[in-house]
Nanobody, 124 residues
Framework: VQLQASGGGLVQAGGSLRLSCAAS????????MGWFRQAPGKEREFVGS???????RYADSVKGRFSISRDNAKNTVYLQMNSLQRVDTAVYYC???????????????????WGQGTLVTVSS
């Protein structure tokens, strides 16, 4: 399985970005997908996830601002980020949940495959 994340960049506070994660090598629709981020000097943290069934969960810090969706026909999952804040600056990673139709968690250890990361920088 290969995951390719894209869409990062520089945006002003209050702006929006949409990240994409294209997957290959698996039956995409049967696996949960997660988004994580890692800011400089900090540990990787959970942002949100999308189960194979379509249900979502989000970290409290992004709830109401970020949303995750998927296009199974394109084997792609998206992270729509609105009302961006400087604290959202980080490298964002997509990941595929380990296990056929396993429900997503907020633990990086439960994800088997990872994209390379895409940098999001929010300026004031």
């Amino acid at each position: 399985v290969q995951l390719q994340a894209s869409g990062g960049g520089l945006v002003q506070a209050g702006g929006s970005l949409r990240l994409s994660c294209a997957a290959s090598g698996s039956t995409f629709s049967n696996y949960g997908m997660g988004w994580f981020r890692q800011a400089p000097g900090k540990e990787r943290e959970f942002v949100g996830s999308l189960n194979w069934s379509g249900s979502t969960r989000y970290a409290d810090s992004v709830k109401g601002r970020f949303s995750i969706s998927r296009d199974n026909a394109k084997n792609t999952v998206y992270l729509q980020m609105n009302s961006l804040q400087r604290v959202d600056t980080a490298v964002y990673y997509c990941a595929q949940r380990q296990g056929f139709r396993a429900y997503t968690t907020n633990s990086p250890a439960d994800y088997k495959y990872w994209g390379q990361g895409t940098l999001v920088t929010v300026s004031s």
